[in-house]
């Protein structure tokens, strides 16, 4: 199975224009993933638009610089998000200012609890501002083995949500032995 | 403060540590909204509690206001204050703190609104009886361009109705330049701004750039504290500026402050604001430009020669509380000089030069004060504006006030990145400026000819 470019784009464009912010496609071999900024609704992509940037700013650069510092930065973040923590444990951090929450509805299971065996793509918790819910995603396979915050706490950008004892590092280890 | 206990400061650089500076004097908690950047920065070291907000770029951090408000209740804060720049003027802001039960320090969302499309503002103004600068309304096309500028004569300013504090403004000095011009200004309105509406203003060679501190409470009372004379300017970004305007007569220097404070009046503005007035040298008539709705950079040449501490001023009116002073009360007494330093390279076509300073050995004495953010290790990041300080000099008069700046700039000592300090140090020596024989063009025509004489 496969997408031709027209259906990707119509997929996009259905993202952009709904309030979701991921989209997980699976057929076959063919997995897709589309992610929104993280802490953007259309609302406030809106608001980004309108807004001018710092006006004491000397020269704005072109609009494509803009986009690429963008680009480069999303990776740092993405890289930075899961950091190594004590011997062979890794922390996923909070991408956004904003509530953390542990379960998707008050009545509904959380997300994972301590213990849980997590994969890359699996939704950890949310983080809400201002009525916009985001998932935040493990980035890494393994054990969930402390839950930082409590739910309905703010969360600081970068603060330490989760520490999770990485699956491949388990299995190297198990190897060995 | 009755209402006031804790304050979330939505800024950065110098301007945070300035407010977090008015809170610990008016025993209010202070909170710093940081981006990653800023979270070694002066204010985090010195408010009550730090909280991160977000990256360094200030679109994903400062720019948010569904952030800044989150921040702000998450922390138990009962009011913003959002400083200069970033969220100040936008009405989103200050209108989800109204819907969220916190107080925005500055103006009402209706004021923003009011002065913030500038277009807008020129209409207003205009039905005060206020002269405004001979112009147009909105400009659609290219041959309504042509017709205006038939009108009004060359030169001309575009600008950009969303623009504002220099920003969106472009030059047509001949009838050829107005098609690229034109073109260009619509397109950079549109990226910049999110709204292409231009309109043209007759662009005054000969002028001063006199601007009038108001401040309003609640109760209606509105007063101005003086003026400022903001001449100095390069790219229509203000350099150097001094209260009161030197050589202007006291019947002139009343009518601008009345007309400021009419403004403020009739438009049923609260906290502070500065009315800003292009005053022609040829014609000795002064027209009403636009109005800031917020603390300005160059705030403390005011401070200096009134004795108010005009953020402390902002947040008891926030707090519903009634100026501390009448009109009649208002005493200014001597002069007061700003240099804004900014870590650029002038001889670079003013380069912004982030890095880490090495040295930082701000100058001290008899009528100096230097409001800063910087310290001895302090990395200044590419992110944000280039001002790393403001030196103020006060003295009984305005040579004293500028004796007082050049000895300070001569003790200012910075290592480890380029600042303009040199640059400040060139003009302050130029005869013209110590005579006040300058118009908002003067920077401009003193550079060309120093860089001509470079290269000869």
Redesign the interface.
Known sequence: MSLTEDEVIQIFKFIEDSNFDEFNLTMGDLKLVIRKRS?SSPN?EE????????????E?PA?ETKER??EI?GQK?EEKAIETFGEGFVTIKSP????FYRRPDPSAPPYVEVGSLVEENDTVCLIE??K?FNAVKAEVKGYIDKIFPESGQ?V????PLFLVRPYDRIEKKEMRA | MNNISRVLVANRGEIAVRIIKACKDLGIESVAAVSEADKDSMAARMANRVICIGPPRPSESYLRPDTILCAALGTGSDAIHPGYGFLAEQPELAESCRKNNLIFIGPTPENLKQMGNKLLARRMVKRYSIPIIPGSEKVANLREAYRILEKIGLPVLIKAAAGGGGRGIKIVNSFDELKITFETAAAEARTAFGDETLYIERFFPNARHIEVQVAADHFGDVIHLGERDCSLQRRYQKIIEEAPAPSISNELRGKIRKAGVKIAKNMKYENLGTVEFILDQDSNQFFFLEMNTRIQVEHPVTEVISGIDLVREQIRIAANYPLSLSQGDLKLTGHAVECRINAEYSEARFQPCPGRITEWAPPKGDGIRVDSHCYPGYLITPYYDSLISKVITSGGDRLQAIERMQYALQNFFVKGVETTIPFLRFILNQSDYRRGRVNTCWIEKVLGQHSANNTR
């Open positions: 802490g406030n608001h980004v638009v309108k807004l001018p940037t710092e006006p004491i700013m000397i704005e609009i510092n963008y930065k973040i956004m200012l904003g509530t501002i201002m916009v703010l600081e950008y970068g603060q």
